[in-house]
C-alpha cells in the first residue's frame, strides 16, 4: 500500500551527494583521493573572512540568541541592500530583501509562490537542482540543452518557442556546474523576449516569471563581467527574483545565510512561506553579517584575496588538462570564468578501460578515473544531460596547488592504460 505523498514517493536525493558517499568509503579505507566533487570550500584553505568570524562570536556573546525577524533583522537586509549596490549597482530597498538560512530555502519558496501543479518552468541543462525544485512543486518541465559555443547559457532562440507555455524561468549565471556567464547580449536578449512575452499576456493573464541565481557573482575572473537582468532591463523587474548568498563567494557554505530580491508582495510571499517552515538563518550569524558587510575595505580585501586563489586553481587544473589534450589524451577543458567550477571534457566513448569496459557513459569514465587515479570528478548527468555526456565539473574548493603535479600524474597514468576500441 502507497503510504507516502506523490510528492515524497518521486523525491529523490542529490546524485552528487550518491558520489560522495562512495567517495568518502574509499577514503575511510585509507585509499588517496583527490575529491574535486563538491561545491564547497575546505576551510583550512579557505576560511571564512576573519572579521566575520569575530563579529559573529561576539553577537553569541552579546546573547543575540533569540528568534529573528521573519524576514532578516533590519540590519542586515540594509547591509544586504548597501552591498548590492555598491557592487552592482541594484537598487533594492531593504524591505524587498528576504533573508534565509543559505539560498536554497529561498529558491524553494520562489518556486511555491510562484507555481501551480502542472504549470511549466524552464531551465537550462547543464543546471543545479531545478529538477528537484521543479518535482517539489509539481511542475511540468521544459529543458534546454545548452552547448559549450553558448557559454553553457540557453539563448533566447531556444527559449522562444516555449515562452507561451512557460510560468518560470529558471536561469542561474554565473552557472553551476559550469564556471561560465551569460554575455550582455545574451541575457538582454532573454530578458526582452520575458517582457515582449509579458506584454502580450496583459493584465489578466498570469505573467511568465524570471529565478536569476546570482549567488557566485561576486567570483569572476579577468575578463568575464557578471550581468544581471534588472540592470540590463529595469523593465524586468516586476517579474525578477534575484536569489544570492554569503555561502560562495565568502566561503561560508556552513554559515547558512542566503538572501533573495524581488518585488515587495512576492518577497513578502515568500516569507510567509519560510516562516512557516522556519528557515530564518541563525540570528547571530545575521548581525554578525550585517556588521562585516558594512567594512568596504575589508570585504573588498576578502573578495579580491578568495578570486586570486580560486582562479590560481582554476588555471593550474585549466593548463593541466590542455597539456594532457596537447600529448593526444582525448581530455579537454573550457576556459575557466566564475564561480569555483572547471568544465571538463572526457571523450572516452572511443576507448576501453584495461579489464574491457567501454567507457561511454559519465558514470563509466567517472568510476574508471576514481578507481584508477584517486581523482574524482561529477559527470554532468548530475546536472540533468543524458548518461552519455562527456562533460564533468571539477570543483577547486577543496584544492591545493601543490597537489597539481601529483593529480595530472594520477590522469596521465589512468589515461595511458586506456584502449582505443577495435
Ligand atoms: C547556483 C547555486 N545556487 C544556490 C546554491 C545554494 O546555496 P546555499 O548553500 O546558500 O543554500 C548553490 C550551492 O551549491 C548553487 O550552486
Request: glycine share 6%.
Amino acid at each position: 500500500m502507497k503510504k507516502l505523498s506523490n510528492m515524497s514517493d518521486g523525491l529523490v536525493g542529490s546524485q552528487i551527494l550518491e558520489l560522495a558517499e562512495q567517495i568518502k568509503q574509499k577514503i575511510r579505507e585509507g585509499e588517496k583521493i583527490y575529491n574535486l566533487t563538491i561545491g564547497d570550500f575546505d576551510p583550512s584553505i579557505f576560511p571564512i573572512p576573519q572579521e566575520l568570524r569575530e563579529e559573529i562570536a561576539q553577537a553569541y556573546i552579546n546573547q543575540e540568541t533569540n528568534y529573528p525577524a521573519s524576514n532578516g533583522i533590519p540590519e542586515l537586509r540594509e547591509a544586504v541592500s548597501a552591498f548590492i549596490k555598491r557592487k552592482g549597482g541594484l537598487d533594492y530597498h531593504a524591505n524587498d530583501i528576504l533573508v534565509s538560512s543559505g539560498a536554497r530555502p529561498l529558491i524553494f519558496a520562489a518556486y511555491l509562490t510562484l507555481i501551480d501543479q502542472g504549470e511549466k518552468v524552464l531551465f537550462p541543462v547543464p543546471s543545479w537542482n531545478n529538477n528537484f525544485y521543479s518535482h517539489i512543486a509539481g511542475a511540468d518541465t521544459i529543458l534546454i540543452e545548452t552547448s559549450p559555443a553558448d557559454n553553457f547559457m540557453p539563448t533566447a532562440a531556444q527559449i522562444a518557442p516555449y515562452i507561451e507555455e512557460t510560468t518560470l524561468i529558471a536561469l542561474c549565471s554565473p552557472l553551476n556546474p559550469t564556471g561560465t556567464v551569460f554575455t550582455r547580449t545574451q541575457l538582454e536578449e532573454i530578458c526582452d523576449l520575458i517582457i515582449a512575452e509579458n506584454q502580450r499576456r496583459g493584465e489578466n493573464q498570469k505573467p511568465v516569471y524570471l529565478l536569476f541565481d546570482q549567488i557566485y557573482w561576486n567570483l569572476v575572473y579577468k575578463d568575464a563581467q557578471h550581468f544581471d537582468p534588472v540592470s540590463l532591463r529595469p523593465e524586468i523587474r516586476p517579474y525578477t527574483i534575484l536569489i544570492d548568498g554569503l555561502s560562495k563567494a565568502f566561503a561560508a557554505t556552513g554559515l547558512r545565510l542566503g538572501w533573495a530580491y524581488g518585488p515587495a508582495d512576492i518577497i513578502h510571499k515568500m516569507k510567509l512561506l519560510l516562516a512557516h517552515v522556519g528557515a530564518w538563518a541563525s540570528k547571530p550569524v545575521q548581525s554578525g553579517t550585517s556588521n562585516y558587510l558594512k567594512n568596504n575595505e575589508v570585504v573588498d580585501d576578502f573578495l579580491k584575496d578568495i578570486k586570486e586563489k580560486l582562479v590560481k586553481r582554476l588555471d593550474m587544473f585549466y593548463e593541466g588538462f590542455q597539456q594532457l589534450k596537447e600529448k593526444g589524451y582525448p581530455v579537454d577543458a573550457i576556459t575557466p570564468q566564475a564561480a569555483l567550477y572547471l568544465t571538463v571534457k572526457l571523450d572516452l566513448s572511443e576507448y576501453t578501460s584495461p579489464n574491457g569496459e567501454v567507457l561511454d557513459t559519465g558514470k563509466k569514465v567517472y568510476q574508471y578515473l576514481l578507481d584508477s587515479s584517486g581523482v574524482a570528478l561529477v559527470p554532468f548527468y548530475a546536472f540533468g544531460l543524458e548518461e552519455s555526456s562527456v562533460w564533468h565539473r571539477l570543483s577547486v574548493g577543496t584544492a591545493e596547488l601543490s597537489q597539481g603535479e601529483d593529480i595530472f600524474n594520477r590522469l596521465e597514468i589512468a589515461l595511458s592504460k586506456l584502449k582505443k576500441k577495435s
